[in-house]
């Protein structure tokens, strides 16, 4: 029962994603280049969901299409180092869509490191594998 169609959600989040990243996180990463930015349900939700409601709709958007959309390229020119979804098991349509080949290789090509981590453990534990993961950003090889 969504009131708006893939594509017209598809623009939305690239828009507020070009907001967001013009007005917020590359003035940061420019005034404090050595901090770095977490961020919740960034361009890989946008590609996981969008192209499984158009697929449901019957007018697939290809993951190719969602990149151009300006806030999406934008999001997309500076990649995450990391990558940390938490997802149930056992899978659900969405949760596989986030593991399909053309969504993981959009960023792994660019150097993203993925991390999936068991949703249907204790909270605790969850948050213990999501500061191990996100440790290794810091790591000193």
């Avoid at 709709?57 to 993951?63: N, W």
């Avoid at 300006?70 to 979804?85: A, K, Q, T, V």
């Avoid at 986030?98 to 909270?123: H, N, W």
């Amino acid at each position: 029962n969504r009131a708006y169609d893939a594509q017209a959600t598809a623009w939305a989040h690239a828009l507020d994603r070009h907001v967001l990243y013009q007005r917020t996180v590359l003035p940061f990463l420019h005034a404090r280049p050595n901090r770095v930015v977490i961020q919740m349900r960034g361009l890989i939700t946008s590609l996981a969901e969008q192209t499984l409601q158009s697929e449901e709709e019957g007018h697939p958007l290809a993951v190719k299409d969602l990149l151009k959309l300006p806030g999406n390229s934008l999001e997309y020119s500076r990649p995450p180092d990391l990558i940390i979804l938490v997802a149930p098991t056992p899978e659900t349509r969405l949760s596989k869509r986030y593991r399909s080949p053309e969504v993981m290789e959009t960023f792994k090509r660019l150097g993203s490191r993925i991390v999936f981590i068991d949703a249907e453990r204790t909270e605790s534990e969850i948050a213990a594998d999501c500061l191990q993961a996100f440790s290794t950003l810091f790591a000193v090889p």
